[in-house]
């Protein structure tokens, strides 16, 4: 039987030793996107997350296969990106004989620092063959542009 306390002191001490090593002082994301905040839960027990710049935007890839579609919520307020849903066990039969389950199951729920160069308003979600993903576009001043470069004669 294993203990949800070491595991979240693991979780602790993992989040205290990565901030030591951040190098430089940069962090991987522009404007802090990708900060977690609070979310109570140990490593183990919500889904995995990508979350990539793709200059028009960013997208966030949340890996939830089984997710009950009726469950999903994502919501965006201010600075916080945060989203939630349940992924449900299997139903087992008499005859099914695991010999290992590393499936996470259960309600999950998860909270991001957006960055403060993204239009909120226009943040869209959809469920596809057990990816949630998230399109958070940057605000308009925010997205790269080209510039053209004059020659001088």
Request: glycine residues 8%.
């Amino acid at each position: 039987m294993w203990n949800r306390g070491l595991f979240r002191e693991f979780d602790r001490l993992g989040r205290e030793l990565s901030r030591g090593f951040t190098p430089l002082g940069f962090t991987r994301f522009p404007g802090s996107f990708g900060t977690e905040l609070v979310s109570g839960q140990n490593s183990l027990s919500y889904p995995k997350v990508n979350i990539q710049d793709e200059g028009e935007g960013y997208r966030v890839h949340v890996i939830a296969p089984g997710l009950d579609s009726d469950s999903v919520k994502v919501t965006a307020q201010k600075n916080r990106l945060e989203f939630s849903g349940r992924i449900r066990a299997e139903q087992l039969s008499d005859n099914d004989k695991y010999h290992r389950s590393e499936r996470s199951v259960g309600s999950f729920q998860r909270s991001f620092r957006l960055p403060t160069d993204v239009e909120v308003d226009k943040i869209t979600a959809e469920y596809k063959d057990g990816i949630l993903n998230i399109e958070v576009p940057k605000a308009e001043q925010s997205k790269p542009r080209s510039i053209e470069v004059a020659i001088a004669n």
